[in-house]
């Protein structure tokens, strides 16, 4: 049993304001695996203040010193990533070669990134007699999710600390276990008190105050594309930057080629990852409509394969988060039959044999239409919807037509034809036969958020830009 109630506040763990807990629910036992302290605006204002206090010093640290800190970080990571994994495991269910392997990996593969774009960044560029300077922002909030724990924390917390920023971080109180273990790693790490501060809570507790403090000078907040709209009316008054990763509902353009089985089922095993938890994910599985019956014969077959159990062992997929993430989904998994898509394979209900745990089976719907709720809603579990499409310029109007715009994936054997396909897909990440890249920005249009991050990317938006005219002579200048 896992207990954190202290919060890592001026390079201390400090008692919370309040005497107030959350449980934590392990999502494959449905029993308390642990609790956390649950914070307030009183805590949120003690953790701002050390950030400010640490602001000065840490803003003027040279990109040398800062490169210097982030490698401690990355060495005691190193050490740490089995704690992390199992904190991963324990908290969300990830299994474990997916908590130990791609979850850690990318903290990891992001905290490396961040140390070699630092090397390299440009922070001063004079353009004639003007000098054109990058400075940190300031105080940052940062509001993480519960479906990727880790990724979300570093692609945040690096990219501020790289660019001279302080940070107040808030993880979801649905799997805070990998902040605590994170916090301890900064700590160990050496990282200067005040430049880095932990405080666990929700929403109302914690992260109403900290996007509305006068103190903190930015938000950078990933989750739902409701809590989102809240964070940016709360961060209004004080006129804050606001970076916002929120909703998806993916569309994955299966081109009609010789390798269109293949692809159907990568996106198929691409969708049940982390148990559907992904806002990035290949949701709306687009296929020529004369081969929707090979789609779903392969659709059919790669799903059943998806097996489904106990996190510690060696399933390939875990329980959703909770038991309101499991009802949610359950709920629109009935929603897709009521109004009359395929149900492929799945449904509701638990997987075979499971009597416990938010065990979701792999469900895959097909002859979905785009104003069906499954096509349109992000379900953020293991489902697919298979629609049909007539032509190319078809596929990319049905992938359009959503107000979402997060990321986008193409698969397909000519490279040229996914090239040109994935330029007319609306939105900040598209994917062409399941590339990935640290270095590329990840970010949304539309009601899927603003901002970006990932890379060089992430750094810019923890930076203000300001120009100082007349720096040197007109004449040293011309010459």
């Given at each position: 049993?896992?207990?954190?109630?202290?919060?890592?506040i001026g390079g201390q763990w400090t008692d919370p304001a309040g005497a107030g807990t959350f449980e934590v629910v392990n999502p494959a036992t449905e029993e308390v695996c642990g609790k956390v302290a649950l914070g307030s605006a009183a805590d949120v204002d003690r953790a701002v203040a050390a950030a400010r206090r640490a602001f000065p010093d840490w803003s003027t640290t040279t990109g040398e010193e800062r490169v210097e800190v982030l490698q401690n970080i990355l060495d005691v990571y190193q050490k740490r990533a089995g704690d992390l994994a199992a904190a991963l495991t324990e908290e969300m269910g990830a299994p474990a070669a997916l908590a130990g392997g791609?979850?850690?990996?990318?903290?990891?593969?992001?905290?490396?990134?961040?140390?070699?774009?630092?090397?390299?960044?440009?922070?001063?560029?004079?353009?004639?007699?003007?000098?054109?300077v990058k400075e940190p922002i300031g105080v940052c909030g940062l509001i993480t999710p519960w479906n990727w724990p880790m990724n979300q924390i570093a692609v945040k917390v690096f990219p501020a600390l790289a660019t001279g920023c302080t940070t107040v971080l808030k993880p979801s109180e649905k799997s805070p276990f990998t902040g605590q273990v994170f916090a301890e790693i900064l700590d160990a790490a050496g990282v200067p008190a005040g430049?880095?501060?932990?405080?666990?809570?929700?929403?109302?507790?914690?992260?109403?105050?900290?996007?509305?403090?006068?103190?903190?000078?930015?938000?950078?907040?990933?989750?739902?594309?409701?809590?989102?709209?809240?964070?940016?009316?709360?961060?209004?008054?004080?006129?804050?930057?606001?970076?916002?990763?929120?909703?998806?509902?993916?569309?994955?353009?299966?081109?009609?080629?010789?390798?269109?089985?293949?692809?159907?089922?990568k996106g198929v095993t691409a969708m049940m990852g982390n148990s559907g938890q992904t806002c990035s994910a290949p949701s709306r599985m687009l296929v020529p409509a004369a081969r929707m019956d090979e789609a779903i014969a392969v659709a059919r077959q790669t799903a059943s394969g998806i097996t489904v159990?106990?996190?510690?062992?060696?399933?390939?997929?875990?329980?959703?988060?909770?038991?309101?993430?499991?009802?949610?989904?359950?709920?629109?998994?009935?929603?897709?039959?009521d109004e009359?898509?395929?149900?492929?394979?799945?449904?509701?209900?638990?997987?075979?044999?499971?009597?416990k745990g938010y065990y979701v089976k792999p469900t895959v719907f097909a002859r979905v239409t785009n104003d069906m709720t499954v096509a349109r809603e992000e379900i953020?579990?293991?489902?697919?919807?298979?629609?049909?499409?007539?032509?190319?310029?078809?596929?990319?109007?049905?992938?359009?037509?959503?107000?979402?715009?997060?990321?986008?994936?193409?698969?397909?054997a000519d490279l040229e034809k996914a090239r040109a396909v994935a330029r007319r897909i609306r939105a900040g990440w598209v994917a062409i036969n399941d590339a990935f890249d640290f270095g590329c920005p990840f970010g949304g249009y539309k009601k899927s958020g603003n901002g970006r991050e990932w890379?060089?990317?992430?750094?810019?938006?923890?930076?203000?830009?300001?120009?100082i005219l007349g720096y040197m002579p007109e004449a040293a200048s011309s010459g």
């Open positions: 049993m896992r207990e954190y109630v202290k919060f890592y791609f979850q850690v990996g990318l903290g990891a593969g992001h905290l490396s990134t961040a140390i070699a774009v630092l090397k390299d960044f440009v922070f001063e560029e004079r353009r004639g007699a003007t000098l054109v430049v880095f501060n932990l405080v666990q809570g929700d929403g109302p507790g914690v992260g109403v105050p900290l996007a509305g403090h006068a103190d903190v000078d930015m938000i950078s907040f990933t989750g739902s594309t409701r809590a989102g709209i809240d964070i940016a009316r709360n961060a209004a008054p004080t006129v804050k930057r606001v970076t916002q990763e929120l909703g998806g509902k993916s569309p994955n353009i299966v081109l009609d080629d010789e390798a269109f089985a293949e692809n159907v089922a159990g106990d996190p510690q062992g060696d399933f390939v997929m875990g329980p959703v988060v909770s038991g309101a993430q499991f009802e949610k989904i359950q709920a629109l998994i009935q929603k897709g039959i009359g898509a395929t149900l492929v394979t799945g449904g509701t209900g638990r997987p075979d044999g499971l009597e953020f579990g293991p489902v697919v919807t298979i629609l049909g499409y007539d032509s190319v310029d078809n596929a990319v109007e049905i992938a359009n037509d959503t107000e979402y715009g997060l990321a986008g994936h193409v698969a397909g890379g060089e990317f992430g750094f810019h938006e923890y930076l203000e830009t300001k120009g």
